[in-house]
């Protein structure tokens, strides 16, 4: 038996791996794991399947000129890379990269994929954070001054929890690490406290809520700012201990002046008399904490919503306190946590736009669905080579069908990927990554965002195959390639090496790190060999915890975690507000201008009446965005892709239960099986995320035999949250038809 962590999702639960002789026999919850304490999902004793998957690959793949591929060595592989990338190198700004979820749960990409894009200067970045959370990080950079310092609800110790566009039931924690977290909410009603549900579709969460308020789609910035309204008028406002560390608060009194509960009622679909129940019970409860999602993000108003969770958190004196929103102190620090330099006086967005639609950049990227259009509309600065990371953008990309028909008039396509899939069935050549068992894992970033401060080291389970070069190594690789070495050439323990001195130089030179000061050298021969875990040994033995190379000569290293394979646990978040406040005033900015910019948006949308169905997306306990779906025991059961309509909605559209729908937006148009049911409030209807495995040269047998349909085809790519470009797939207006 061995044990590991599960590597799926934010969750990290821990898990024990039965073997016999090369192949797992059965996967199962560990009871003495110190984080997960024997909680697992469907995913996680599935995890073999994707290890074992015949569909994964294990060589890279060359596609041939008639479309097909062929395995190929190494170094045939990386030789075709060099010939496909040598027409494009010359014009840098026509060379683009995408970035997938997997890569969060990835030992090595998350590790190496900054080292990528830095040593290979692409300013073309494209990634699935402006599908999911990329307001998330606006509010963050603007109100924080670090991007990726995102405060979590201490649902452990709170006594009343409102939550808003998450469903754990299904998705464990989001931007939040906490295993088994309906576990945790029933908790909190069993000593006394409230859990508030408010979502357009009562979900398995909101079923176990104490109440499920209905919303209208798009419209939760308009509730949340008529409860900051609340608040201001009521004089429920209590800043405690952030009175002198808060600048914007008199400004925020002003703006919020017209956003009413009555002013937003109609436009929320909740009486103005339980909004203002609500600001009240947030306000008055000792512990309180307001909790919002990928709903709140992937809608018409994602930055404004994410920004007035924390303000309301902020202005009940429930931020930076137990029971409030904290933020967690890892052993491991992430490398997101590392200001990029550009923004070292203060993030500025909009340095630059895309070349066809004039979209803004933010914090570095484009919204994923430019993509398409710089593909495929000639002229200077046209995509012509494109690098994809563990991503299917064709599935999860608003308005994917347009970047499938774009990908094919590259003259250079890589992706670095375990299988072919929707996307990389288009690429010129695929190098294959490891499974979950073939390498270590210590989760990168998601001990950011933890319930506690903790970690978990986990030892591969097999060898890679003779042969194997590992992802890290292949992102290096590649990088110098793309800088214009040759295959043959390329040095990659002397980049990595060239990496790490970069990384040790500038923590040694930060001011407040266990290293300040330190002489780099001496640190550098703590760590010879190559690779991601001297990354993570140093992030460990330089972060709050650890030995700081022998000045703290009883804290941790990466060798102690190995001698704890169940986890180390530190203990419950504690305030550090003065540790992660980067702002230039120094202070919490609670009313940014660029943010707040965004307000007279918001009002003109108070006006407009709802007069068609919206569409808004789901996600499922047994899959992990599109990436799941091969996995045959996690597929059994009823057809899960349908689309979900209330009955009086069914009725009106004239279609029926077990029936077939035509849904149609100004994007495009599909058929799918219909779900009638009355967990969906009256005016909207629900779609998963992540089906659509049809399309022909796919190599993903199970996935293929569910295929379902890709709601992405019905997202408009031009809608997006304006301030953060993230895409908007809540809330899209659509018509429905009998198929």
């Not at 999702?9 to 024990?16: H, L, R, T, V």
């Not at 190929?72 to 970035?99: G, N, Q, T």
């Not at 929707?422 to 073939?438: C, D, N």
Request: glycine share 8%.
């Amino acid at each position: 038996m061995h044990t590991r962590t599960c590597p799926l999702c934010e969750a990290m639960c821990g898990i024990e791996v039965f073997v016999e002789g090369d192949r797992v026999t059965k996967v199962r919850a560990n009871e003495n794991d110190v984080w997960s304490k024997g909680h697992i999902c469907p995913k996680g004793t599935a995890l073999h399947h994707l290890h074992e998957d015949p569909d994964r690959l294990r060589q890279p793949l060359i596609r041939n000129d008639d479309g097909s591929f062929r395995e190929a060595s190494w170094s045939e592989a990386f030789e075709e890379v060099e010939k496909r990338l040598a027409s494009v190198l010359e014009s840098p700004e026509a060379l683009a990269v995408y970035a997938g979820n997997p890569i969060a749960h990835n030992f090595s990409l998350s590790r190496y994929i900054g080292a990528f894009i830095q040593l290979t200067g692409i300013t073309a970045i494209y990634s699935g954070g402006t599908v999911d959370q990329w307001p998330r990080n606006v509010v963050s950079a603007l109100m924080y001054g670090a991007a990726w310092t995102i405060p979590v609800p201490d649902v452990d110790r709170t006594d009343f929890l409102l939550m808003l566009g998450a469903n754990p039931f299904d998705s464990q924690g989001s931007l939040l690490a906490a295993p088994y977290l309906m576990k945790r909410l029933h908790a909190l009603r069993e000593r006394g406290g409230r859990f508030i549900v408010v979502d357009p579709r009562r979900t398995g969460t909101a079923d176990r809520a104490d109440e499920w308020i209905p919303i209208q789609p798009g419209t939760d910035a308009a509730l949340l700012l008529a409860m900051v309204r609340v608040l201001f008028a009521d004089d429920l406002v209590n800043l405690g201990r952030l009175t002198d560390r808060v600048d914007g608060l008199d400004a925020l009194r002003e703006l919020c002046m017209d956003f009413t509960p009555e002013a937003v009622e109609g436009t929320c679909r909740i009486p103005a008399a339980r909004i203002r129940e609500l600001a009240h019970g947030l306000a008055k409860s000792k512990q309180a904490v307001v909790y919002g999602r990928i709903g709140t993000c992937t809608q018409e108003f994602g930055t404004l919503a994410s920004w007035l969770i924390d303000v309301l958190n902020i202005l009940t004196g429930n931020f930076d306190e137990a029971g409030g929103a904290m933020f967690s102190n890892p052993i491991a620090w992430s490398m997101l946590s590392l200001r990029p330099p550009e923004f070292e006086d203060g993030f500025e967005l909009g340095r630059f736009h895309s070349r066809v639609r004039g979209a803004p950049e933010v914090l570095g990227q484009f919204p994923v669905s430019c993509l398409a259009e710089e593909i495929a509309e000639p002229g200077e600065g046209q995509i012509k080579a494109f690098i994809t990371m563990a991503g299917n953008p064709v599935l999860i990309a608003p308005g994917g069908d347009r970047l499938d028909e774009a990908l094919p008039k590259l003259d250079c396509m890589i992706s670095v990927d375990n299988w072919l899939n929707e996307t990389t069935r288009h690429a010129h050549v695929i190098l294959p990554g490891q499974s979950p068992f073939e390498q270590p894992h210590y989760d990168e970033m998601i001990w950011s965002w933890a319930l506690r401060n903790a970690g978990k080291y986990s030892p591969a389970l097999f060898p890679m195959p003779e042969g194997t070069v590992p992802e890290w190594a292949v992102l290096l690789q590649l990088a110098a390639m793309v800088q214009g070495q040759t295959a043959a050439d390329v040095d990659v323990e002397e980049i990595d090496n060239f990496y790490f001195v970069g990384l040790v130089s500038m923590i040694t030179e930060q001011e407040g790190s266990p290293v300040h000061g330190r002489d780099v050298e001496e640190i550098l021969a703590e760590h010879p060999t190559p690779g991601p875990e001297r990354i993570l040994d140093f992030a460990i033995r330089s972060g709050p915890w650890g030995d700081a190379y022998g000045s703290n000569p009883d804290g941790l290293t990466l060798e102690r975690m190995k001698q704890q394979p169940n986890g180390i646990d530190m203990g419950p978040l504690a305030p550090r507000l003065d540790e992660i406040l980067a702002t230039p005033s120094g202070k919490i900015e609670l009313a940014p201008d660029y943010i707040v910019a965004d307000l007279p948006r918001l009002k003109e949308r108070i006006a407009k009446a709802h007069d068609t169905l919206v569409l808004v997306s789901r996600r499922q306990l047994r899959s992990n965005n599109s990436w799941m779906h091969n996995v045959a025991p996690l597929m059994t059961g009823k057809p899960r892709c349908t689309l979900l309509i209330h009955p009086d909605d069914a009725k009106a559209a004239g279609v029926e239960d077990g029936g077939a729908a035509l849904v149609r937006s100004v994007a495009g148009e599909i058929e799918v099986p219909v779900e009638v049911t009355d967990e969906m409030m009256p005016g909207v209807v629900c779609l998963p995320h992540g089906f659509g495995h049809d399309k022909e040269g796919a190599r993903l047998s199970v996935a293929s035999q569910h295929a379902g349909v890709c709601s992405n085809i019905l997202a408009p790519g031009s809608l997006v949250d304006v301030p953060s470009g993230n895409a908007v797939v809540n809330g899209i207006p659509v018509h429905i038809a009998p198929g």
